[in-house]
């Protein structure tokens, strides 16, 4: 049984940091592409960064532009976990956030993990 277990959400004042992690079991990890979205309140799921697998493109990297030069997406292979480091966070950035596994025809998601930025 596939699992994606989210953590490291919180409160946080605007232009702090927060790190979200991601542990994959009950697949292989390596094969996965994996992301991070978000869902605010009232609005549409969006992707906010995303990791190719290292068997395929090397684990290269992609942002949403209200991301980019903020957050980071890195994998750890040896411990089936991919982190999110978000830094000088805005109230904007405040939703729910979901990590995904994508392989093929297999796609799979966390629970989510709320995150909060607020004074």
């Known amino acids: 049984q596939v699992q994606l277990v989210e953590s490291g959400g919180g409160l946080v004042q605007p232009g702090g940091s927060l790190r979200l992690s991601c542990v994959a079991s009950g697949l292989t990890f390596s094969w996965y592409a994996m992301s991070w979205y978000r869902q605010a309140p009232g609005k549409e799921r969006e992707l906010v960064a995303s990791?190719?697998?290292?068997?395929?493109?090397?684990?290269?990297?992609n942002y949403a532009n209200s991301v980019k030069g903020r957050f980071t997406i890195s994998r750890d292979n040896a411990k089936n976990t991919v982190y999110l480091q978000m830094n000088s966070l805005k109230p904007e950035d405040t939703a729910v956030y979901y990590c995904?596994?994508?392989?093929?025809?297999?796609?799979?998601w966390g629970q989510g993990t709320q995150v909060t930025v607020s004074s």
């Open positions: 990791i190719t697998s290292v068997t395929s493109a090397g684990g290269s990297t």
């Open positions: 995904n596994a994508s392989w093929r025809r297999y796609d799979y």
